[in-house]
């Protein structure tokens, strides 16, 4: 009896090629009892009956979802350099590759009347949303083409190895709804067929006096099996199941996802699963992205760093899957009222220099703000200003250039992410402490903005990638560092603004703070 420690392999197909690229992978050890022989099956017996070779068995179990692409299983040896395969299995098809899948939820502008709805299929025709018993909406239809993906002397994933078809993205969008209201809806076509009903709640509008929403970074996916991927976020599947929990007891008006969304870098199947984790919290309220080093990074591409971390994604993905309300393509920048919330989303990969049109949008947005019908100003984009981690984490340009506009503005909290783990500030500014927080009679650490100062800066990448650990000496202006995975959650009224971390294995507070103003 020989005992071979093979692996399995779940591929799907390029069509155009033939050929079968690594999607999934497990070893088959990952069954106990296939190291211990424990199922045999003996394969060949000599003329007395004695058996000569025995084979062992293993069983092991993939999560697979609709990719709209052929798939295969291949048992293989010899490890994952230099695979040696062993066998395959027939060449499977999903029963409905057209299937309309993935729905998720994105605000339009301020009014919360208007919701779109974006999701994928294999299907090219419009289909439609309907909803809110009985009004409907046609899709517009969008996909790109690897001729769209960036790459450079190096081959990139996106173009070169990591291809894999996006099929069609529709999006349309839901008018004449009512803010802060539930509605149902469900998208698709009779001919491809149609997604489950899904109830959903629009946000306040803006000016209105309460909101709730959750924020966070950096939070990507990871397997729901024993599988191998190229790049796993270990804490995202937890932390989305405390956000799924939050969102199902009504505690959340709207979601902001500040960069790195998800971290397939090229690999572009990975898509479809991260928008399959989602699913049970962008499909039920406003999820609001910002764009990342992850999504945008490439070398010659325009991107204000050049590094290869988007895998040569050029951020074409991310706002084809992303549809937000920003001014023009490959300008990922916008800003959009909730409650008494006025939030400006920024790109720090593209230029934010004085002179660039992304500075002059944000000052000019930023100057424009009506602190009577939204008396706080968030400002947000994913990476951070203070951290510290310090490091090649935080640009000194970004706070030359930009941090006098938030102390011109008196933003009052920036949420920024890129470091992986939760981190908070005094209300600072040139690295200096302008004012500290003082506890309230809860004993909760309270900044007066009454006589307005510096904004407090918080660093939430702690969503999903692996987290960064923090030094041993701490920045005079940092107040609370954790390293946990987990998510932000604020409620703002016109005159209190309260944020809290939440840890997401245990569901406690972590760190908790308030803003007041008059």
Same mark, same amino acid.
């Given at each position: 009896m020989v005992l071979v420690v093979r692996g399995l392999v779940l591929t799907f197909q390029t069509p155009s090629s033939l050929k079968y690229h690594h999607l999934h992978a497990q070893y088959v050890r990952n069954d106990p009892g296939y190291i211990d022989c424990k199922?045999?099956?003996?394969?060949?017996?000599?003329?007395?009956?004695?058996?000569?070779?025995?084979?062992?068995?293993?069983?092991?179990?993939?999560?697979?979802?609709?990719?709209?692409?052929?798939?295969?299983?291949?048992?293989?040896?010899?490890?994952?350099?230099?695979?040696?395969?062993?066998?395959?299995?027939?060449?499977?098809?999903?029963?409905?590759?057209?299937?309309?899948?993935?729905g998720h939820l994105s605000s339009v502008d301020s009014?919360?009347?208007?919701?779109?709805?974006?999701?994928?299929?294999?299907?090219?025709?419009?289909?439609?949303?309907?909803?809110?018993?009985?009004?409907?909406?046609?899709?517009?239809?969008?996909?790109?083409?690897?001729?769209?993906?960036?790459?450079?002397?190096?081959p990139s994933p996106a173009k070169d190895f990591g291809w894999h078809d996006p099929g069609y993205i529709h999006s349309a969008v839901m008018i004449g709804l009512k803010p802060s209201t539930g509605f149902s809806y469900r998208y698709g076509s009779n001919s491809v067929g149609w997604s489950a009903r899904i109830n959903f709640k629009t946000p306040p509008?803006?000016?209105?006096?309460?909101?709730?929403?959750?924020?966070?970074?950096?939070?990507?996916?990871?397997?729901? @099996?024993?599988?191998?991927?190229?790049?796993? &976020?270990?804490?995202?599947?937890? !932390? #989305?199941?405390?956000?799924?929990?939050?969102? $199902?007891?009504?505690?959340?008006?709207?979601?902001?996802?500040?960069?790195?969304?998800?971290?397939?870098?090229?690999?572009?199947?990975?898509?479809?699963f991260f928008l399959h984790l989602i699913s049970p919290l962008a499909s039920k309220l406003s999820y609001m992205t910002a764009i990342g080093n992850h999504e945008r990074d490439y070398v010659n591409s325009g991107s204000l760093y050049i590094t290869p971390d988007s895998g040569g994604e050029c951020g074409v993905p991310?706002?084809?899957y992303f549809p937000m309300p920003?001014?023009?393509? @490959?300008?990922?920048?916008?800003?959009?009222? &909730?409650?008494?919330?006025?939030? !400006? #989303?920024?790109?720090?990969?593209?230029?934010? $220099?004085?002179?660039?049109?992304q500075y002059q949008w944000m000052s000019k947005d930023m100057a424009s703000v009506d602190r009577s019908?939204?008396?706080?100003l968030i400002f947000t984009g994913h990476r951070p200003m203070?951290?510290?981690?310090?490091?090649?984490?935080?640009?000194?340009?970004?706070?030359?250039?930009?941090?006098?506009?938030?102390?011109?503005?008196?933003?009052?909290?920036?949420?920024l992410a890129h470091v992986h783990n939760y981190e908070r500030t005094c209300a600072v500014y040139g690295n200096q402490c302008k004012a500290m927080p003082k506890k309230g009679a809860d004993g909760v650490d309270t900044y007066d903005n009454k006589d307005y100062k510096a904004p407090v800066h918080a660093v939430i990448g702690m969503a999903g990638f692996k987290l960064d650990k923090f030094p041993p000496k701490a920045a005079t202006w940092s107040i609370s560092r954790i390293t946990e995975f987990g998510y932000t959650r604020v409620h703002t009224t016109k005159t209190q603004l309260d944020f809290e971390f939440v840890n997401a294995y245990t569901k406690k507070v972590e760190d908790r703070f308030r803003i007041i103003r008059s």
């Open positions: 199922k045999k099956e003996c394969k060949k017996y000599d003329k007395g009956g004695k058996c000569l070779v025995t084979t062992c068995s293993a069983s092991i179990t993939f999560h697979v979802i609709n990719i709209r692409t052929s798939i295969q299983f291949v048992f293989f040896g010899a490890g994952f350099q230099v695979p040696c395969v062993l066998a395959k299995s027939s060449i499977l098809e999903f029963a409905n590759s057209h299937k309309p899948l993935y009014t919360g009347t208007s919701m779109r709805v974006t999701w994928v299929s294999g299907d090219k025709n419009p289909q439609q949303v309907e909803y809110a018993n009985g009004k409907s909406q046609t899709s517009r239809v969008t996909t790109f083409s690897k001729e769209n993906m960036c790459t450079s002397k190096l509008s803006g000016g209105s006096d309460e909101l709730k929403f959750l924020a966070f970074g950096d939070m990507g996916k990871a397997p729901r @099996d024993a599988s191998l991927e190229h790049y796993i &976020q270990p804490g995202s599947l937890r !932390v #989305v199941q405390a956000m799924a929990d939050e969102v $199902s007891s009504g505690n959340a008006d709207s979601i902001f996802h500040i960069g790195d969304i998800s971290y397939a870098t090229g690999f572009l199947v990975e898509w479809d991310y706002e084809s920003t001014p023009a393509k @490959d300008k990922p920048w916008y800003s959009i009222e &909730q409650g008494s919330v006025h939030f !400006v #989303v920024m790109s720090t990969e593209h230029d934010f $220099s004085k002179s660039s049109e019908r939204t008396p706080w203070y951290s510290s981690c310090g490091g090649f984490s935080v640009d000194p340009r970004f706070l030359l250039q930009v941090e006098p506009l938030l102390l011109t503005n008196k933003v009052d909290l920036v949420l």
